[in-house]
């Protein structure tokens, strides 16, 4: 097939498309997230697994936050067997194929019982977070540079959208499912029958990867750019285009992509566990609420956040879905206070499934418009593998955080560390954003 230039985005039938796609994107962007995040701590809670357990497995996330390291190669060369596609497309179209494969794998060496070996889940899982985050920069790429100008702010929430419907349709009825599922293999109760459904539910969940193997051929192409003539060159070429671009003020921009994000991404490592063996709520209530209700309340905020950063600007945006964003996180503090209440629980979920959309929206439109086109898949996993270096660092630390300060404090320690990036913002934003106008480039 050949590849569609997406230069002719400007026409309504090619913007659409082009949108369309980046949704599905999305969508397989987030499959492994949610199945290597919450699923797999929810399986881990299940059969009984410590927070601080739970949370070193964050360290399997680190290629999300690595993956800066060989995201160049997507501005180089194209996927094996795949090079019809193109540059972007045939990385997503080939990544997405291994992980469906991947996934399957993962359901085979799942835990069992609190006793299971945890190291052959590590290693699988690990190989999983590699693939997904190098997935993630060929779609970054794709993304950033395919609706670089004027569809940067609709791509940003329709992706964020997509990404969304992973953890909707897949997270949630994963949760939600699982002890009918359950019920085919054994009595209710029964260990071994808990087990098989996580496998099965797992391993059915990661076939759904074929959903962007099917976008990426129909998907329209990025517009051919001059590309790097080497590796180091695409290595390089990338670095000194930042350095242009922001000169001193880069290390705030590295710092705030670091930082801004982490109250969310901390606070999410410990919130199934804190559901499940502290607060006592079933699977398929934190289905039904996080993931069903979240999910809902996400689409609306991501609608609302692209709308917003066209209308405000970029840095308003920002700032205010930031703040909102770090006070958000209160709502499990007063969780823990209450107890175990459907209502509360409910309260605190479309609260800050909201604030996680419209900082979403926001948050990704920023990063695309930090980044070159022509060296977008590896400006952009710079900015995003900071973001998930953090968590996983951070997080990996989190259930030791939970023994040591209990969820209360744990909660308030996601809060705290919201703060400094917060405050440096204004300082690590584009030019055409800086002075928080409107910035006809993100509309």
């Known amino acids: 097939m050949p590849a569609r230039n997406a230069t002719s985005a400007t026409a309504p039938s090619a913007r659409a498309n082009l949108l369309i796609a980046i949704g599905v994107f999305g969508f397989a962007s987030g499959l492994p997230n949610v199945l290597l995040n919450d699923t797999l701590a929810a399986w881990l809670s299940d059969i009984g697994f410590t927070p601080s357990s ?5 360290l399997i996330t680190l290629p999300y ?12 060369y194209c996927a094996p067997g795949f090079a019809w596609l193109g540059l972007r497309r045939s990385w997503i179209a080939f990544l997405c194929t291994i992980l469906a494969v991947a ?20 290693i699988v899982a690990l190989v999983i977070a590699v693939l997904s985050a190098s997935l993630d920069a060929a779609i970054d790429g794709h993304r950033a540079d395919a609706a670089h100008g004027g569809a940067s702010g609709p791509a940003a929430s329709v992706f964020v959208m997509g990404y969304r419907i992973a953890f909707v349709s897949i997270g949630a009825l994963v949760l939600m499912l699982h002890g009918k599922i359950a019920l085919l293999f054994g009595p209710e109760g ?23 193997f099917g976008a990426a051929l129909f998907a329209p192409e990025a517009p051919k750019r001059t590309a790097s003539t080497s590796l180091a060159e695409a290595i390089v070429q990338p670095c000194k285009s930042f350095v242009r671009a922001f ?30 063996q502290d607060l006592g709520f079933e699977l398929s209530e934190i289905g039904t609420i996080r993931q069903a209700l979240g999910f809902t309340m996400t689409i609306i905020g991501a609608v609302i956040g692209g709308l917003c950063v066209k209308r405000w600007g970029l840095l308003r945006a920002l700032l205010v879905f930031g703040a909102l964003q770090v006070a958000s996180n209160a709502g499990y503090i007063v969780l823990a206070w209450s107890g175990k209440s459907l209502a509360v629980f409910a309260g605190v979920v479309v609260v800050e499934s909201l604030c996680n959309g419209l900082v979403s929206a926001a948050f990704v439109a920023y990063f695309m418009t930090l980044c070159e086109p022509r060296f977008a898949a590896a400006q952009y996993a710079v900015l995003s593998g900071l973001m998930y270096l953090a968590g996983a660092l951070v997080g990996a630390t989190s259930g030791y955080l939970v023994e040591h300060f ?5 909660f308030w320690i996601s809060i705290v560390v919201g703060i400094p990036p917060l405050l440096a913002l204004p300082w690590a934003m584009p030019a055409n954003a800086s002075s928080g106008v409107s910035a006809k480039a993100i509309n």
């Open 54 to 58: 739970i949370g070193l497995l964050s």
């Open 65 to 76: 936050g690595l993956k800066l390291l060989w995201a160049p190669l997507f501005d180089l």
């Open 103 to 122: 996934f399957i794998a993962l359901a085979m060496v799942g835990p069992s019982a609190v006793d299971s070996p945890v190291l052959p889940v590590a």
């Open 190 to 212: 029964d260990l071994a029958a808990r087990a098989l459904a996580w496998r099965w539910a797992v391993g059915g969940a990661g076939v759904a990867m074929i959903a962007g």
């Open 247 to 276: 000169g001193p003020r880069l290390a705030i921009v590295l710092f705030v992509a670091l930082m801004f994000r982490l109250p969310d991404l901390l606070g999410n490592r410990m919130t199934m566990p804190f559901l499940r």
């Open 406 to 410: 209990g969820y209360e404090g744990f």
